[in-house]
């Protein structure tokens, strides 16, 4: 049976121990874990989905973050909220019922979606963070497409035009955020 230290990862400096890595994380986890956990709560509105998230941002950190990044705040929060943005995606896309396991009282709940000004509040944050400029057009042809998820062709019924000028838009915009990250890692 292999162990985590046998298993390799390419993304790993040959310099750098997988324990040692280990290490990193969790002291990274001991300085910011608690913050990002309550911040991706007040993301979420949801405290499992919050825990899910925070568990994938410590597993993506432990295996793909660069080394000098992983005790970076600014780092780590633009990753937690890349990813809470994907799973809110994915939960648009395909919303899952959650049932109570408490026999003695079972109740149905489901997320409650967010309000259009809450929703109007993470486009700007989102733009805002990510200095990137764009016509307006881009703009929401990319949020379609990366907050809610719809395809092209539901994009270009939505905005009335050709679909393949919605994905010229949304490469566009790709390659502007590529830029900037590119530019600016750590902003």
């Not at 963070?129 to 539901?154: I, M, N, R, S």
Request: glycine share 2%; hydrophobic share 35%; with cysteine.
């Amino acid at each position: 049976m292999e162990t985590h230290a046998e298993i390799p990862n390419p993304t790993l400096e040959s310099s750098e121990s997988f324990d040692e890595r280990l290490a990193k994380v969790e002291h990274a986890i001991d300085s910011h874990g608690s913050y990002l956990l309550d911040y991706l709560t007040s993301l979420t509105k949801n405290r499992h989905d919050a825990e899910a998230i925070h568990s994938d941002l410590w597993v993506y950190v432990l295996h793909r973050f660069r080394s000098e990044h992983i005790e970076h705040l600014g780092a780590l929060r633009r990753k937690a909220y890349q990813l809470f943005i994907d799973h809110y995606r994915k939960q648009r896309r395909n919303p899952v019922l959650i049932v109570e396991e408490t026999p003695e009282c079972p109740t149905q709940s489901s997320h409650e979606p967010y309000t259009d000004e809450e929703q109007a509040e993470f486009k700007a944050r989102f733009f805002a963070e990510y200095q990137v400029d764009l016509p307006t057009e881009h703009q929401e042809a990319l949020w379609l497409h990366a907050w809610c998820g719809y395809t092209f062709q539901e994009i270009a019924k939505i905005m009335g035009r050709p679909s393949s000028t919605i994905g010229d838009w949304i490469t566009l915009a790709r390659q502007a955020f590529a830029d900037y990250l590119n530019s600016n890692p750590l902003n």
